[in-house]
């Protein structure tokens, strides 16, 4: 294997094997030495990828973010009405397997981490507010938000309840369960949105979920 | 002073300088050598309150959720129509000063330490989930909801606004302060209840908080 990429894939297992770590000891057993023997390496080879523990953490968490949004931006590329592509994006943002669970809770134990390094700080890191400001807007071009609706605290509101949600889905994963998280994002969206739309095509919205309206998109 | 009366004088003591060595280290610096400086006592004094670490933070927590619980008491016992009286509970849960803010860091840091502790861990461990079911409860008990709600689903909902908001109030204070909490808070809600209650009391209740009606947001 050519010198980069090696480099390129063994620092990604090393993410990987902090992820794991972080899983099951938290922040605090995510010191250099666990996670050099959680990915087999000496602690001299870890630095070589990683010269501080800030260097790997950072990809690390980089590393999570990227993958959901690779998988938001499938959702974005699909062929599907305003609505319910605002609502598959919604869906795939709050975790609902063990999978996204998982690396919510990496992600969160980071975040928590973060807020006591200065430097390593940014409220808005993971791009979810400005995503869901982007959400307000796009149902808004299709005129689907209800009238007289206040965009801006529309999309503060829908930020707390996606993380809230989130929050819960890891914390609580039994109640909050992928059903109990689709109905609670349903009525939501539903409360914002006007019905009329989908009425004038003679189909009620939970129909449109599960497919069709395709031309509401342009 | 009674010695039973120092002994619990002294836990509280130890207890807030737990929390202030959490703000400033995080969990991961919650050590009982950095908790017993910062209180300025010995090791073996600090043990002597608490033979465990489990103990302490277990106190330490139990008491920012008894300050939280005695202020939301407090307004539970107000003379307040019912809507304002849920708006009220709700804009005391969110932190919005920095003693709630530092609270909520507090409580926050801990309840990530604590997912990696099985039996300390309790996920409805802070009572506001409960705490939603019983507003939402209450609002119906008044006939404030809107017709065809669904109960059980809101209070989901407003359980992920709830702790959504406190979460950001916390990590990005500036843009999530106390007016703009206002605002989501009262947007929810109204778009929860009905709104004639209020008229038949010869009370609006928006101009309790700030502004009227659907139409305040331009």
Known sequence: MPKQIDHKKRRRQIAEATWRVILKRGMEGASARN???????????????????????????????????????????????????????????????EETIREMEVWFAFTVYARHKKDMYDANHDGIYSGMRKLIAYLDEFDLLKQGVDKDIEAERLYALIDGLALHAMLDPVRVNKERINRVIMQHVESICVEEIYETEGKKFNKAVKGNGSNHQV
Chains 1, 2 share one sequence.
């Open 35 to 97: 996670i050099a023997k959680e990915a087999g390496l000496s602690l001299g080879a870890l630095r070589h990828y990683f010269p501080t523990q800030d260097d790997l953490l950072d990809f690390a968490m980089k590393l999570v973010q990227e993958k959901a949004m690779a998988r938001i931006q499938d959702i974005t590329m699909k062929d599907l009405p305003p609505k319910e592509k605002v609502l598959h994006i919604l869906l795939e943002i709050v975790p609902t397997n």
